[in-house]
């Protein structure tokens, strides 16, 4: 088979499923991704035939997505702040909203040139700790998360992009403390309610950790909680806390921290206008 007769049949086989655009979007990630070739070479390429051993991977990969597993589990990769991260199974697949929150956190303090100590809470993948770490590279990173495999994805991901970044497995539910204190702490943690299931599309609730993902109906919060109960016993003096959030608990979040007594609040859109983000000091 060459090339154009799989882009039509890779077409065929998924138009019915998704939106042509993603289709495509879907066919020159696989063909990167398995072949080495970008956009235009598949242009010049397309003639060419596609070796047996390549046609049965890339159908394989036809037939994940008709099940509509996500493709960047199937390629095993995807892209966050322009750095590679591999993902699985096993670990949340990184979002453009927090794409968002590291900005917000390099713009606080790419201005000073001290070795500030950082908390990634519940790092999954490693996307939040690594990339601080790779732009700002005096920074010292710790991350934590409950789940060993993902602290297994979240090391590779840390050698394969050459960030020095310490992670530690650690429940931040319990009652337990890190011996060390931190500059700032950030953290995306689970916050999707229960009740918020019917709003998700398949292939996030049926492929993604839910672990990850959700928390109790009635006790929404509960991390956001913990995690500035932490902060008040781990933050230095004017240290910082940086939250992603349920867009729809923005005022609640933002009480929960007033209640324990951190000030000048900030609750932050992301592109999409919604509630997503909240920066506090103590
Ligand atoms: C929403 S994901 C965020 C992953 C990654 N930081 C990101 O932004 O893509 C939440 C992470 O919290 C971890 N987690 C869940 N419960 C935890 C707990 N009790 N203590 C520490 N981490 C926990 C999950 O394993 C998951 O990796």
Same mark, same amino acid.
């Given at each position: 088979m060459t090339l154009k007769d799989f882009r039509a049949f890779f077409n065929n086989q998924l138009i019915n499923l998704y939106p042509k655009k993603e289709v495509d979007a879907f066919f020159f990630r696989t063909i990167e991704a398995l072949l080495q070739l970008k956009l235009m070479d598949f242009f010049t390429n397309e003639n060419e035939i596609i070796k047996e051993k390549d046609l049965q991977t890339l159908k394989t990969i036809v037939s994940r997505l008709q099940k509509e597993? #996500?493709?960047?589990?199937? $390629?095993?990769?995807? @892209?966050?702040?322009?750095?590679?991260?591999?993902?699985?199974?096993?670990?949340l697949i990184p979002r453009p909203e927090t794409e968002e929150l590291v900005s917000w956190v390099l713009e606080e303090v790419k201005n000073t040139e001290e070795e500030l100590k950082v908390l990634d809470i519940g790092t999954g993948s490693g996307c939040i700790a690594i990339t601080l770490k790779k732009e700002l590279s005096y920074l010292e990173v710790n991350a934590i998360d409950i789940s060993e495999k993902a602290l297994e994805t979240?090391?590779?991901?840390?050698?394969?992009?050459?960030?020095?970044v310490k992670f530690i497995q650690h429940d931040i539910l319990s009652d337990k403390r890190l011996d060390c204190t931190f500059d700032?702490?950030?953290?995306?943690? #689970?916050?999707?309610?229960? $009740?918020?299931?019917? @709003?998700?599309?398949?292939n996030v609730l049926n492929n993604e950790p839910h672990l990850a993902l959700f928390v109790e109906d009635d006790n929404p919060l509960v991390f956001y909680e913990r995690i500035a109960d932490f902060g008040i016993k781990h933050l230095n003096k004017n240290g910082l806390l940086f939250f992603e959030i349920n867009q729809y608990l923005g005022q609640e979040t933002k009480q929960i921290l007033m209640e324990k007594g951190y000030k000048n609040s900030i609750l932050k859109k992301d592109l999409f206008g919604n509630d997503r983000m909240i920066k506090a000091n103590l």
């Open positions: 597993e #996500p493709i960047q589990y199937i $390629l095993g990769a995807t @892209e966050f702040y322009g750095y590679q991260f591999n993902v699985n199974s096993n670990v979240a090391k590779n991901n840390a050698n394969f992009n050459q960030a020095d700032i702490i950030v953290s995306n943690p #689970p916050y999707v309610r229960e $009740l918020e299931k019917k @709003e998700m599309k398949a």
